[in-house]
């Protein structure tokens, strides 16, 4: 077992703990435990809740399944997990733990959140984008009015399991919607990973995920992406300053899926960044803090490993969407734009200046 502490303030907050199968997570636990599940994983959660009963100082209280999706992802669900708690008997002292992708981490990190004022809470993320991503920083939240997580809360989870096991069967497009948030992730701080990371999911790609020969490289990818986002967070746990570099590539990739959910258009949120961080380099470039080239090496990198870089709206019709990202300041948005691999600058610009930016030929 790899430890890989989030620190602020030079107390550790939560941890990242990696191992190779979900059952040993079990023996992590202390406490009155129950479990919310993603019912695509249902025998991963069986898996878990049977190893539990080896566990003497837990005890299971239940499970609770969850179709998950992005239009179930609201306030609606987060209270329907509050009520099974409740009439399950979860306490002040209870340990939710979540296993699923990243809106079952969400939506149970939420739940846990308010119920009780604050009850103890844990994920085994399924997926990659979960495991390099949405799982790590403490982020819980819902979809409102056709806008991505616009209500939420920042709060960390005890403890948080990543394993390769759940990869294994993961669908190929799930798979590298995790893989642009893992380049993202080397892109604004890990230049050494990025090369190595593009080979690797390429290689995946091009066989449609067989991780019988690359599995220990992708283990060690996820556990380098893993401790960029740790260090980050812990120096900027609330995002007040750093943090919002990790949202490279989000603010048109947030514009893009209202879009998308309003149109009915077919758009994962890896794939959203993807085409993000294309536009990020692209504006990056026209505003003279990158090299020309940048964005046609990432198109490149990105289209290697099955991912889109073209966005299926024109830039007007994200206009109003972006403007209403809730990472908005006064009509300003902080874009996190690529300088070079592992390098990213802050740019304050309105939406309009942005998009104006990027329709200079």
């Known amino acids: 077992m790899k430890e890989i502490p989030i620190i602020s303030e030079g107390k550790t907050i939560s941890r990242i703990l990696t191992g190779r199968r979900v059952e040993e997570a079990a023996c992590l636990p ?4 129950f479990l919310v599940y993603d019912r695509a994983v249902e025998p991963l ?3 878990f809740a049977k190893a539990l009963a080896q566990n003497e100082g837990a005890r299971f209280g239940g499970k609770m399944s969850l179709e998950t999706s992005e239009s179930g992802k609201t306030l609606d669900t ?3 997990i509050c009520r099974w708690l409740l009439e399950a008997g979860a306490d002040r002292r209870a340990l ?4 699923g992708g990243g809106i079952t981490t969400d939506m149970a990190g939420f739940a846990a959140s308010i119920y009780k004022r604050g009850i103890r809470f844990a994920y085994i ?3 990659l984008l979960a495991q390099v991503d949405a799982a790590i920083g403490g982020k819980t939240g819902v979809n409102f009015l056709d806008l991505k997580n616009m209500l939420g809360v920042i709060r960390q989870p005890e403890w948080t399991w990543v394993c390769p ?3 294994q069967t993961l669908p190929g497009r799930d798979f590298r919607s995790g893989a642009a948030e893992m380049l993202k992730t080397f892109l604004l701080g890990d230049a050494a990973h990025y090369a190595p990371a593009v080979s690797v999911l390429s290689a995946l790609y091009r066989k449609e995920i067989d991780l019988s020969d690359r599995e220990a490289e992708l283990e060690e990818l996820i556990a380098a992406a893993a401790a960029v986002k740790a260090a980050v967070v812990g120096r900027d746990p609330f995002e007040k ?3 919002r570099k990790l949202n490279l590539g989000h603010t048109f990739a947030h514009g893009m899926e209202t879009r998308a959910r309003q149109t009915g258009k077919d758009l994962t949120h890896g794939e959203a960044v993807a085409i993000g961080m294309v536009l990020a380099a692209r504006l990056s ?3 003279g803090l990158a090299e020309p080239g940048l964005s046609a090496r990432l198109k490149a990198d990105f289209e290697s490993c099955g991912l889109p870089t073209e966005s299926p709206f024109g830039l007007d019709l994200l206009a109003e969407a972006m403007k209403k990202d809730k990472k908005a300041d006064g009509g300003i948005v902080h874009f996190i734009l690529p300088a070079a691999i592992g390098t990213v600058v802050e740019k304050d610009l309105t939406v309009a200046q942005a998009l104006e930016k990027l329709k200079e030929s």
């Open 241 to 243: 300053g750093e943090r």
């Open 78 to 80: 987060v209270m329907e």
């Open 30 to 33: 202390e406490g009155d435990v």
């Open 96 to 99: 939710l733990v979540a296993l």
């Open 45 to 47: 959660a069986d898996a």
């Open 165 to 167: 096991e759940p990869l």
């Open 285 to 287: 470039e026209r505003m």
């Open 125 to 127: 993320p399924t997926t």
